[in-house]
């Protein structure tokens, strides 16, 4: 562990990070935003593991923990509605679901 | 510090909401008649809650070992959201019955996303603010979704959740950054090292991101674009909950990530970021409502410009502009939920009737609902002495004595230029014959939580003192 920097891990997850966003602003099916946003919270979970450990203090360890409930949360209501959606109209396209316009 | 059992008795607003969330889901379940117990029951557990904030408004104290605030400005907080909250359940009675979408759920969810809503207005710690918030936004995603065999509301929920959730990302992230810029996540720290941290890069990436995300909650531009669409699409009821008591308590957070800057003077590094969003929003909003013909899309259109006209507050950036966010987020909320209940009565079945010409002769319909939303359409423009006249006022001056006269004079311009799409409303009601023939079925409900609002908007407008007195005598 001590081996390797901590630089390391942080841009392994600056780059997940940005994959993440990305990815919501790229495609274009709900449930592939919704991973990408899935991706964006692990990658701050991966920051938040490292700076724990190199900092010396617990506090980012247990924020994971809250950070992964919520997400685990946020799925449940994220798929329901996708479900919601998918029995209305057959389909999970963002862009085909667009009946507001200014 | 009190002593560890007397931290309960401090903390009893949030006990009450949570133990009152326990007792409607049993309500729910066992009983039969949940839905006629269960509006009295939310309403009741929303009074209770904010009249022992008020009354205990002077507790002032940080429990649990610096995580949460009770008292002072969380108490005021806590008093806008459950008024706030308590009003839309009242409009919600018979407007829910009247679309036979009736789910016991619908309560439960909006005392959740209030018992939210204290946490982060209380929060003293960073990983409470993110709870906090993300029972909020959670309860809402569900909320703006609740009629889910309408498409329009799928399609409003989908867009809230996406967003939503992408900026909880955003705000995750920045808070990994912050913990590793200070190395705790606590507020006490964040505050009284501000100076020494505003150099850090990390500190300041970690703390933009997390801007960016409440920029999001506040909804100002760039960062607007699933407000018109959220809020026309969800029921009228829950936009009004959403676009109020959400706004205020996003507001609360920022105010309280800032307080370092807003209550002992460290130089405002954000203040260029803010200045600029406020802006936008302001004139985008004012300028973008004028073409709307729904009204519950301009009202969203117009809670972007409202955000932009608080945001100057933060830009500010002294002790009198928490003052004055405070205050006009109060009447804000007010004014706001007044508005949409008038409108949550007129509209029709599947979304009709939330039109301009829906409102056409509307005196002549219901004259007490022409003039109530006549006043609050006045209070949002900003005329005296109105309460929504105050809050920009405040807002405007606490910009001006920080040098930021140009942001107050662009506020002044969008506040003109937001006059013609409120007035144009009350022009249509009072000086157009009807297009439309149809009958309105007044509810009583409804019609006392629009009458609540209009007398609350005039008290704070004619008296403005009674609230700021409060609020000031608590930021001391």
Known sequence: ?102 | MPLNNYEYFLLMPQIIIGVGIVLSVLIEIYTKKSEQILPWFSIAIFFATAFYSVFNINQNFVLFGGMIEVGGKPAIFNFIFNIGAALVVLSSIDYLKKYGTYFGEYYILIQSSVLGMMVMSGAKDILMIFMGLELMSICFYVLAGINRKKFSANEASLKYFLLGAFTTGFIVYGIALIYGATGTTSIQNLVENFVGYSSNIIFILGMILFLIGFSFKIATVPFHMWVPDVYQGSATTVTSLMSTTGKAAAFSVLIIILSAVFSFNAPNVFSPYFATISALSMLFGSIVAISQNNLKRMLAYSSIAHAGYMAIGLAAGNIFSVAGIIFYLAAYAFMNIGAFTVISIVEGENDSRTDLNSFAGLNAKSPILAATMALFMFALAGIPPLAGFFGKYYVFIAAIQSKLTWLAILGVLSSVISVYFYIRVVVFMYFKDATEDFKINISPYSLIAVVITALLILVFGILPDTLMNVITSVLH
């Open chain 1, 1 to 102: 562990m001590s081996l390797i920097p901590m630089e390391y891990y942080l841009i392994l997850s600056a780059f997940m990070f940005c994959v993440g966003v990305a990815g919501v602003l790229i495609r274009r099916n709900a449930i592939v935003v919704f991973m990408c946003i899935e991706l964006m919270l692990n990658s701050a979970n991966l920051t938040l593991v490292t700076f724990s450990s190199y900092l010396g203090n617990s506090i980012g360890q247990v924020f994971v923990f809250f950070v992964m409930t919520v997400a685990a949360a946020e799925a449940a209501v994220g798929l329901a509605i996708i479900i919601a959606i998918f029995r209305n109209k057959k389909t999970v396209n963002i862009d085909e679901i667009n009946i507001f316009k200014w």
